[in-house]
């Protein structure tokens, strides 16, 4: 289980600033495609806009949030998030793969345990179900221009192949370029919620950054510490997302207890 004593108090008090500000806001965030580019000889992921290209939003993001059951005829099924490359030359005739990176967790509120469901993905004839670690995928390529657009099938399957219970779930993924090779991207994590509130969800996007995808590590070293802090400070005050813990809009005392709460937590 991804979680440490530390958590739980973490998450009730980012529960009550999140919950505070959905209901301020009165909406969900807008939905994003994710974004699969080439830097140099290795796969980054960023998120972009849903369209035909989208519009890129972010050039490096690894937690994306989706819906379970938005069309009531497939109630554990999803095609949100779609899958976007950018025309260039690169990209032309060239295929990528995905691949599990580990198994499907699920949110208890303060961290990320294995229950033993799965998560299938399928796109035409292509099928791949994630197991209990690592787990291929399947390939795909690049229209002629070098783009890419398309919207998997995305199924989430109870332990022993039951219907699965309501809950908050998070499948794991990484991306490679396979002709021409590209070094695989760093994990990346699919947040998908069935049947609990946007609140609750919200939450659980928040805390797979913390403790999945790590943006409590600042300063990038592994373990939460002196430097991480030495990094905050230097943020103070500013909007700058590698400090804003909290994805309040700014670096304040908030993201300080965030990260104090933390001290000592190694990534995964």
């Known amino acids: 289980m991804i979680r440490?004593?530390?958590q739980v108090v973490l998450a009730a008090s980012a529960a009550a600033s999140l919950s505070a500000s959905l209901l301020a806001d009165g909406k969900k965030e807008p939905h994003l495609d994710l974004w699969v580019r080439i830097v140099e000889d290795r796969i980054?992921?960023?998120?972009?806009?849903?369209g035909d290209p989208g519009e890129p939003v972010s050039e490096e993001e690894r937690v994306f949030g989706a819906e379970l059951g938005e069309d009531p005829a497939f109630p554990f099924s999803a095609v949100e998030p779609g899958f976007q490359i950018l025309a260039s030359k690169q990209t032309i005739g060239?295929?990528?793969?995905?691949?599990?990176t580990g198994p499907v967790l699920r949110w208890d509120g303060a961290g990320f345990l294995v229950a033993g469901d799965a998560m299938q993905l399928g796109f035409g004839p292509a099928e791949a179900t994630s197991?209990?670690?690592?787990?291929?995928?399947?390939?795909?390529?690049?229209?002629?221009?070098?783009?890419?657009?398309?919207?998997?099938?995305?199924?989430?399957?109870?332990?022993?192949?039951?219907?699965?219970?309501?809950?908050?779930?998070?499948?794991?993924?990484?991306?490679?370029?396979e002709s021409p090779f590209r070094a695989p991207s760093?994990?990346?994590?699919?947040?998908f919620n069935l049947g609990l509130s946007e609140e609750d969800h919200e939450l659980a996007e928040r805390q797979a950054r913390w403790l999945l995808a790590c943006d409590l590590d600042v300063a990038g070293g592994g373990t939460v510490g002196g430097d991480d802090l030495s990094a905050l400070l230097s943020m103070w005050g500013t909007d700058d997302p590698a400090g804003d813990l909290d994805g309040s809009g700014n670096v304040d005392g908030r993201d300080l207890s965030i990260l104090l709460g933390a001290w000592g937590y190694e990534c995964p």
Do not use: K, M, N, R
């Open 186 to 191: 760093e994990p990346c994590y699919v947040v």
């Open 44 to 50: 980054v992921t960023g998120s972009i806009t849903e």
């Open 131 to 177: 197991g209990d670690g690592p787990a291929p995928g399947f390939a795909f390529g690049t229209e002629p221009d070098g783009s890419l657009h398309d919207h998997f099938d995305y199924t989430l399957i109870g332990p022993g192949g039951t219907d699965p219970i309501e809950g908050i779930y998070v499948l794991q993924l990484a991306f490679v370029g």
């Open 94 to 100: 060239a295929t990528f793969a995905f691949a599990f």
């Open 4 to 6: 440490s004593s530390w």
